[in-house]
Each structure stands twice: as structure tokens, then as C-alpha cells.
């Protein structure tokens, strides 16, 4: 079992402070495809929901609209990502951490299960997807080195970790003042080992306009899927 920690609590800086987590996608709020996709797994002990603390009780009335039959925490975010997980952290209970950002709608449960299984494994779990472009280091618009794409890889979420190895390394970070860039980063800070597993190439994350209109694209794709909504 396993307790999942989903932050929705951004504030769509780059969609020109479009709040991108709320928008619809064909008629449902973006954060919403993944709450019913841990919704429906048995795996998932409890999910907790961090957002806006003025969202709050527009969620609540979502929640009950889109008929989603589980008990859901609604917690309010930080002032970034990180402190917004510090938040979602505070109610976990389960030996098992995901954390997923809001703003990917399509994961898949296999996808969810995997990750589940092997850190039970492992300890530290993450999805990622191999790079396909060359990628370039680059200072004041001059590349200074080209790295080798077959050593980079594109990490998605959810990340999972057990318990105890996500909270030491939240507290660990926050002695140090450090903020990472996901919450692995946190971990590796530790030298506890991460295992990559092969995300999915359609789960996406929805961060300026043009990835919107993919994510359009997408859902028309999979459709079916959510056909019972």
C-alpha cells in the first residue's frame, strides 16, 4: 500500500500566471485525471491533494461534482514546489511516498503499479525517458560542451520512495537551505541510490500553452480510457 502525494499547487508562471492545473480538458480540471487515476487503485491508501490554499473549497466542490469516491486530504501548498510537498508529507502515513505533479493527467495505472513494486525493492523509484535530441551546455548563449544524450534522461512522476528515506531527506534539505529541482535530487543529496524505470512517453507534463494543446491531442488519443467519467 502505498500513500500518494499529488501537487497542484503551482502558479502557471511560464502560461503567463495561468494557474494550468485547474484548466479544463474536455470539461474536467487537468488535476483531476490524475486524482481518478490513483482513485481507482487498491494500492493507494490515501491521497492527499495540495493546492492553493484559495482553492480549497472550489476542490471540495469539484471533488463531490466529479464523484470521486475516496476520502481525499486537502492541504494548502508552500510558496514552491518543494515546500508544498514539505506539506503533503506532514500526512503520510503509509511505509510507501508517490509524488506526482498535478499537471500530468495521463499516468497510467501500470505505470503507478510498477513503481509500487520496485520500491518495495529499492527504496527510491523514478520514471524517465531517454532524451532523443543532442543536448548542448551552454553559458551566455555559447555552447561550451555537448553532452552525451545517451547518459540523459527526461524524469517524469510519480516518484516513489519509502517513507523514512523521503522524510530524512526533506529534513536533511531543509537544514541545509537546499531546494532540488524534484524530490529524487533530495535523495540522491542523502547518497542513497535511485532507480530509473521506463516512464511513458505520453505522460506528459503540462507546463506552457503549447504543451495544453498536446495534451488536447493526446486525450482524444486515449480517449477511451476515460470514457466512464
Known sequence: MADVIIVSAGKGIRM???E?????LSGVPVFLYSVKTFASLGEIEKIILVLPEKKMKYIEHLIQEFEIKRDIIIT???DE??????????????????????VRPFVSPILIQKIIEDVERYGAVIPAIPVPD???????????????????YAVQTPQGFEKEIIQEAYESAYRDGFY??????LVERLGIGVKIIEGEPLNIKITRKEDFYLAEAIFNILRKNYAHW
Open 16 to 18: 503567463g500566471s495561468v
Open 20 to 24: 494550468k492545473q485547474f484548466l479544463p
Open 76 to 78: 494548502a501548498g508552500g
Open 81 to 102: 514546489r518543494q515546500d508544498s510537498v514539505k506539506e503533503g508529507l506532514k500526512n503520510v502515513e503509509s511505509d510507501i511516498v508517490l509524488i506526482h505533479d498535478g
Open 134 to 152: 543532442t543536448i548542448k551546455r551552454v553559458e551566455k548563449n555559447q555552447v561550451v560542451a555537448t553532452l552525451n544524450r545517451n547518459e540523459i
Open 180 to 185: 532540488g529541482t524534484d524530490d529524487a535530487f
